[in-house]
């Protein structure tokens, strides 16, 4: 509904009413802005102290509801927790005020009737749930004795259902916590706070420290050593296979260290009809710690000869550290072998090549001699225990 406000004009005649809803407007609209902007809880004072073992004391000060209505505590006022059957021992207790308000002031006119409305502050203690509306301001457990905890003095704290100071509703989602919100220190972070000279140090231990907390070493977290990835370690090796060899057979170098990575070249030749065909092949291969063969490839070719005359060369690529292929066609049956080197086993000291040799037809017989010559340079690190 819309607010309205009085509008006054000369020869006006006005009601108590009139009066009545001029003090309704301002007291309205000044606990609109309270209730908006503060959160409702204590606003200044109203600490809670130990006064004897079975007694507290409430401090004047400021507090207010969730209605905006202000609670003010002028003096200091005592609370008995003596009676056992209103504060049974072991029970918890919370210390409130709320608002309340008492039609007071005789009229000193002929006119009988109540002159002032005084807003007072009610100061009590329960156990058990706070009245609705009331606002907590101590919250704590009554020892077996019944008596407060702590040495008298001490001021109460607050708890968890201790309402908020006026102010920020919230602190990233912390609401109304009541008291302090306290920083609270984890992991590496450090809160030094210093009330002398009103700071809070934030800092952290972890840049100090010299061991492993997080148990990163290459070990721990399968990595290689640096020096693993130097490839300082280097042997060359010379594989020879002819055609005296089996499809099958195998060359096993020593070079005393697992080889990471292998560079091969080479050359491959085989005579066909009375005359020598050949070429280069250039191969590498990837190994890895375990040992395990990651990946190897070559180029390679293949000699087809028809004739002296009528002969011709092709290049291509594949698996393994040497292809090559020749085919005689002048013979019949024709001479024609697919020869392949791949490596087939690796160790910490060296790795095992083995040669296959595949006719490329049912029909097709063996070649009458062959050559594969391969130099590799073989790069690792230290050997694997």
Known sequence: MP?????????QFLVEKDFTDEQKYHLEMRRRLNRLLNAPGIAEGLAVEKTANKEVTVHPGTAIDAEGREMILEGDQAIDLSNPVKFPPETEVSVTISYEEEETDESTSTVPGKTRITEKAKVDAVSGSPPVGAV???????????????????ILPGGPNVQSRSGLL?????SNPGGNIDLAQAGAITILPDNN?????????HSTRTNNPHNVTAAQIGAMLAGEYDLERRATANILFTQGDASGATRTINVGFL????????????????????????????????????FQRCFGFGVTRSSNTDWFVRGFAGSGICLSTFFNQEVNPNQ?????????????????????????????????NFAITLQLLCLGNVPIL
Do not use: C, H, M, W
Request: hydrophobic share 45%; no cysteine; aromatic share 6%.
């Open 3 to 11: 607010i309205k406000r009085l509008r006054y004009f000369d020869k």
């Open 136 to 154: 907590v301001l101590a919250r704590f457990k009554l020892d077996a004795g019944g008596n407060v905890g702590g040495a008298i003095g001490d």
């Open 170 to 174: 919230s602190i990233d989602q912390v």
């Open 197 to 205: 000279n009103k700071r809070i140090t934030i800092g952290e231990n």
């Open 259 to 294: 080889p990471r990575i292998v560079f091969v070249v080479g050359t491959s030749t085989a005579s066909l009809a009375g005359r020598s065909y050949g070429g280069g092949v250039g191969a590498f291969a990837v190994i890895n710690e375990a040992p395990t063969i990651l």
């Open 336 to 368: 024609a072998e697919n020869l392949t080197v791949s490596i087939t086993n690796v160790s910490s000291t060296g790795l095992t090549a083995t040669l296959v040799r595949a006719l490329p037809n049912v029909t097709n017989v063996v070649l009458p």
